[in-house]
């Protein structure tokens, strides 16, 4: 389904608050009162970040809906010996301002594309995951089955722990999480990287529903095969790669 283009924007926008999600992982709010920015919910922005004399020129994928303006929010993880997400999660402060550049990026979802889907994502991979549950909550939009299957490596490291509890607890919602490496003593989800067994589990009629896979390359290559395997057809899988 070819969808027409947002107009591509540039604009200087202004740090609002810092949010911090998890011990590596903060949310900036940017002020955009005043510019005319629209984009498709998974879609992303180019952010340029001042970094040792240079402007570093980084994809970061919109976490707020299309329905909420003037306020666009930018969910960053630090990667280890990362540049840009040290300098956004280590040094950015409320009034900093930044150039961005946007909207960008086909990895999207609108109702008219399919009403059952499933969104997979591990660690950041969240982001464009979120702003499509975001969207579905805050549009109402109740004709629409989604079911979220999230990797983290740490109870701790879940970005958006308490928002997507409760977004869990709407009818036409269902959140699923798994942790790899440690668990807490309360932890009901599953243990372990997202398999087929999960999936057979969490999805009904896996082969007739719209997937979005995002996260690291090998996951989301890990998730493809996955799906294939199970009869999902390419046309049905939409990849957004973090590398
Ligand atoms: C479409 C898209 C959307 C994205 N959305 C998000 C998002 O919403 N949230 C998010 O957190 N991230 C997102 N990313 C990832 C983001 O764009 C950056 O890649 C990420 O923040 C790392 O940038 P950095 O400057 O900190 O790392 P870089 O400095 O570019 O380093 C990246 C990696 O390379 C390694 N490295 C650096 N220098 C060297 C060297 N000299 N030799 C060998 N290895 C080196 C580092 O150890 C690190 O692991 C997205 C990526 C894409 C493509």
């Known amino acids: 389904m070819e969808l027409p283009k947002k107009p591509l924007r540039e604009f200087k926008a202004k740090v609002l608050r810092v949010i ?70 280590q040094q950015t402060q409320e009034g900093q301002e930044f150039l961005i550049k946007g909207p960008y990026g086909k990895f999207v979802w ?27 909550a805050s549009e109402g939009l109740e004709q629409v089955r989604a079911t979220l299957l999230y990797s983290n490596t740490h109870y701790e490291e879940i970005i958006y722990r308490e ?35 999960m999936l057979l589990r969490e999805v009904e009629d896996v082969p007739n529903h719209l997937y979005y896979l995002c996260g690291p390359p090998q996951f989301v290559e890990d998730m493809a095969v996955m799906l294939a395997e199970l009869g999902v057809e390419k046309s049905n899988i939409k990849k957004e790669k973090y590398d």
Not at 110 to 133: D, F, K, T
Not at 167 to 193: C, D, F, I, M
């Open 20 to 89: 911090t999600e998890t011990p590596t992982t903060k949310t900036l709010v940017f002020d955009t009162e005043g510019v005319d920015f629209d984009f498709y919910p998974g879609q992303y922005v180019m952010l340029s970040v001042p970094y040792a004399g240079e402007l570093l020129r980084r994809a970061y994928s919109i976490a707020s809906p299309p329905s909420q303006k003037g306020r666009l929010e930018l969910t960053v993880k630090r990667t280890p010996n990362g540049r840009a997400s040290v300098v956004l999660t």
């Open 110 to 136: 609108v109702p008219e594309m399919g009403h059952r889907i499933v969104l997979i994502g591990a660690g950041s991979g969240i982001v464009p995951l979120m702003c499509i549950l975001r969207h579905i």
């Open 163 to 197: 928002e997507l509890e409760r977004l869990g607890r709407l009818p036409n919602v269902k959140v699923v999480h798994t942790l790899t490496r440690s668990q807490p003593a309360h932890w009901e989800g599953y243990v372990g990287r997202i398999n087929a067994h």
